[in-house]
């Protein structure tokens, strides 16, 4: 002990940093550079670009709303102020309600598509789900202002939000879906559909863009969806109905379900209604659903229209990542992101923060270095590790990580 203690053993080995921050809040600017600031120029008192990289951040860490946005910015203003102007300190809950109500929507969902194609280059999208999701909690009784509608684009192989459009309520989302689909490249992809959607000019857009389509069949088109319902059940009686092309058991939070999938030549059937009408229609698909619960049994079955051959593989695949829109991104948006609790209800507020959210849904699920997590801890991680909020934002932005060299 008269000789004191040993040099200590340096055991850690310097870190390497992906990319700079302040490269990567550049590459965050440059998304959302075509915004215009709402604001006049006197009351600039903090810039745009610091108010939306807070509020990104802020929700990428699971923040809901303005106040938590001025608290993330708080919280890590040290750690801010190192790659952010900030020439005011961090903004109000107030300044970033104000702005964020008046930056126009159409301007914002386009920055984000722009960013979502730097994602999508080399993913090869082989599956778009389509479907509408209501905001509950901007609905205001008061000012007579019915809640949002937003009808979004899932890529249901890379668990990504490719697009979104706002629609006025669930009966125009005839109207919006082709407004969407004119805004991706769905070249060479499968489009899945619920029933609102199979519509014939609808199928004739998919297939002029060189794409597939598989329509779910409901009673909306009653008299084809009566035929298709009665071969079935002929066939089921007089037990002629063909070999099905995929069958599946599956079991899990105390469930079993069992998927028989049965692809149906065109030809097979005599006369359908109206079936010249539904462009490059080649296959009738029935799928025929039985879950068992722990305290009862649901049987299921359902019927689609598809431009697919009958013999294609994807066929049954394709139906069930349809569902993904409704598990990873309505259900995650609600209960992780708190979307349909959300009460922001004034101007373009909740339109808005639908993107910033879809933003750090996506920027989450690209996220996918050392440990898999849930959604939940990536939020909290990314709220408590600045580190790890760094390795979400250059999952984020791919083109700028990879034209970058590492630094240590």
């Not at 599956?127 to 009808?151: E, F, M, P, T, W």
């Not at 440990?371 to 999952?395: E, G, I, W």
């Amino acid at each position: 002990m008269s000789q004191g203690f040993a040099p200590a053993i340096e055991l850690t080995t310097p870190r390497a940093v992906p990319l700079e921050i302040s490269a990567l809040s550049q590459g965050l600017v440059d998304c959302f550079k075509s915004v215009a600031d709402p604001r006049v120029e006197r009351g600039q008192w903090h810039h745009l670009s610091d108010i939306l990289i807070i509020a990104i951040l802020s929700t990428i860490a699971g923040g809901q709303g303005w106040e938590a946005m001025e608290l993330y910015g708080s919280g890590k203003q040290a750690w801010l102020s190192t790659f952010l102007a900030l020439p005011n300190g961090i903004p109000s809950p107030d300044t970033f309600r104000r702005v964020m109500e008046r930056l126009h929507p159409k301007q914002m969902e386009a920055a984000f598509e722009n960013w979502v194609r730097t994602l999508v280059t080399d993913l090869g999208v082989q599956v778009i789900a389509i479907d509408g999701k209501q905001l509950r909690g901007s609905y205001d009784r008061h000012n007579r202002k019915k809640c949002l509608y937003l009808v979004s684009a899932w890529a249901a192989d890379h668990r990504l939000v490719l697009g979104q459009t706002k629609v006025r309520d669930k009966s125009n989302e005839i109207t919006a879906i082709p407004a969407l689909l004119e805004l991706l490249d769905i070249t060479g992809c499968i489009v899945t559909l619920d029933a609102m959607g199979t519509q014939k000019t609808i199928a004739a857009q998919i297939q002029g863009a060189n794409a597939d389509y598989i329509l779910c069949l409901k009673k909306n088109h009653p008299t084809l969806f009566q035929q298709v319902q009665t071969w079935f059940e002929t066939a089921q009686t007089e037990n002629t109905l063909p070999k099905s092309a995929d069958y599946t058991v599956e079991s899990g939070h105390h469930r079993i379900e069992k998927r028989e999938v049965w692809t149906i030549p065109l030809s097979t059937f005599p006369s359908l209604h109206e079936a010249d009408g539904w462009v490059g229609l080649r296959t009738i698909v029935i799928v025929e659903r039985t879950r068992q619960l722990w305290h009862k049994i649901t049987h299921e079955i359902q019927f689609y229209l598809t431009s697919l051959d009958a013999d294609n593989p994807r066929i049954g695949g394709a139906i069930r990542q349809h569902w993904g829109i409704e598990n990873s991104q309505h259900w995650v948006l609600d209960v992780t992101f708190g979307e349909d609790a959300c009460r922001v209800r004034s101007m373009h507020g909740p339109q808005n923060l639908a993107v910033l959210r879809r933003f750090a849904l996506n920027a989450l699920n690209r996220e996918s270095t050392g440990k898999k997590r849930s959604l939940v801890q990536k939020t909290r991680l990314a709220a408590m590790s600045d580190d790890y909020m760094v390795k979400v934002l250059v999952a984020a932005l791919p083109e700028l990580s990879q034209s970058s060299s590492p630094t240590t």
